[in-house]
């Protein structure tokens, strides 16, 4: 879509740190990091957000938190999946994106 930013990431033409990548789904690194490891996972179709996006892509996401969860070792220590949606969920890029963030004790409320 065009103007969106994390559509022109995954066309390339905005550069990004890769963790992973695939024909439906694109990881990288945070651009402004709340924890040691703060990673994006986006599907490559647009969504606005994860209310309009299908259970299967969202699954799709989900399945490789967890792949990536394990490659990092957040699997051992634990971390915290985020999905901001929204004015209230204070969502500031309207493309779906998972935050897997982790290596550090995730306090709550975040601070
Ligand atoms: P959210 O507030 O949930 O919409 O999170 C959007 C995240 O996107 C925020 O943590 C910062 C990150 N971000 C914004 N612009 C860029 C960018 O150009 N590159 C990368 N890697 N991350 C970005």
């Known amino acids: 879509m065009e ?3 994390f559509c022109r990431i995954v066309s390339g033409e905005i550069p990004s740190n890769k963790v992973y990548e695939d024909d439906k789904v694109l ?5 402004s990091p709340q924890a040691p490891e703060h ?3 986006i599907p490559k179709q647009h969504f606005d957000s994860i209310l309009d996006a299908d259970p299967q892509t969202v699954g799709y996401m989900q399945s490789i938190v967890v792949k990536l969860a394990r ?9 915290r999946l985020v999905v901001n949606t ?15 963030l982790g290596g550090r004790l995730m306090l709550w409320p975040p601070g």
Request: glycine residues 12%; aromatic residues 8%.
């Open 71 to 79: 490659e990092l070792g957040l699997d051992e220590s634990g971390f």
């Open 86 to 100: 929204g004015f209230d969920g204070m969502q500031s890029v309207m493309h779906l994106h998972m935050h897997v």
């Open 3 to 5: 103007n969106c930013l």
């Open 27 to 31: 990881a990288f690194r945070d651009i």
């Open 39 to 41: 990673i994006l996972v």
